[in-house]
């Protein structure tokens, strides 16, 4: 039932059945490593489009994912099935990059009015410039982690907000308790998929959270430092040599995903 009610609100079908569901960073991930591997990544994606069913998921907002769809397309990157921005603040038809308000609406409620509490607090704090965005469902900014003032951070997730640091350069102000994870958990529940079927992959801190899900992980080897130190207590992600692409194709290997490349 809730699969129809997504599909509904996409303009292309997902694949009926898919083998395997492949949620994908885009920076430093799927846009990562050397360009013959991407190139050979994507038309391998693009030839397995009915038995993979592929989501982007990532810091990028819909007109930036717009950009590097045509960007690298001359390298073969191809629009995914469902999309995930801004850190999982919005979801989209990947297509057509409209949203899809069946999981966008609660997201939009929850961040009414934040904004306008936030600003004030955030106005001229040293280390701290404004990204320009086209999303309404967080405020993103670059930091200088030496200039920022960190005791700053309670004070702002007082107001309903979680501060996501990440690659030592971004500050993401989402709506507490909605990230890159909790997005693909909702996603899935309404896909109705069988959660062995998916695998994640990513390179940063605001792919940590996809990472805590328990769903099976690649962190590629060209991830931050600060990742990697979580290793540890994520048993369910395998970490790979292989940068960005490369890393991928090698942890779709180890969950045993070799079939898809018959
Ligand atoms: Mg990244």
Redesign the pocket.
């Known amino acids: 039932m809730s699969r129809q009610l997504l599909q509904s609100q996409l303009s292309a079908p997902l694949p009926a059945d898919p083998e395997l569901v492949l949620v994908t960073?885009?920076?430093?991930?799927l846009l990562?490593g050397a360009t013959e591997e991407r190139r050979r990544f994507y038309r391998w994606l693009a030839d397995q489009r009915e038995r993979v069913l592929h989501v982007f998921s990532?810091?990028r907002d819909l007109s930036a994912i717009a950009r590097v769809l045509q960007e690298d397309e001359p390298i073969g990157l191809a629009a995914p099935h469902l999309v995930i921005g801004d850190v999982g603040c919005t979801v989209a038809c990947g297509s057509s990059l409209q949203p899809v308000p069946l999981a966008v609406d609660p997201i939009e409620e929850r961040w009414q009015g934040t904004a306008e509490r936030l600003l004030p607090l955030l106005e001229g704090q040293p280390g701290l410039t404004s990204q320009p965005l086209h999303s309404e469902r967080r405020l993103a900014y670059y930091v200088d982690p030496d200039r920022f003032d960190h005791n700053l951070v309670p004070q702002l997730e007082a107001h309903g907000v979680d501060c996501l640091f990440?690659?030592n350069r971004y500050l993401d102000l989402l709506p507490a308790g909605v990230n890159k994870g909790s997005t693909l958990l909702a996603l899935l529940e309404w896909l109705e998929i069988d959660h062995e079927r998916v695998v994640t992959a990513?390179?940063?801190l605001?792919?940590l959270a996809m990472f805590e899900t328990g769903l099976k992980g690649v962190m590629v080897g060209n991830a931050e430092p600060a990742l990697v130190e979580h290793l540890p207590r994520l048993p369910s992600v395998y970490r790979a040599r292989g940068e960005g692409c490369s890393g991928i194709a090698e942890g779709l290997h180890h969950f045993g995903f070799d079939h898809l490349w018959d």
């Open positions: 960073d885009l920076d430093g991930t990562g990532t810091g990440s690659d990513g390179d940063t605001n792919d």
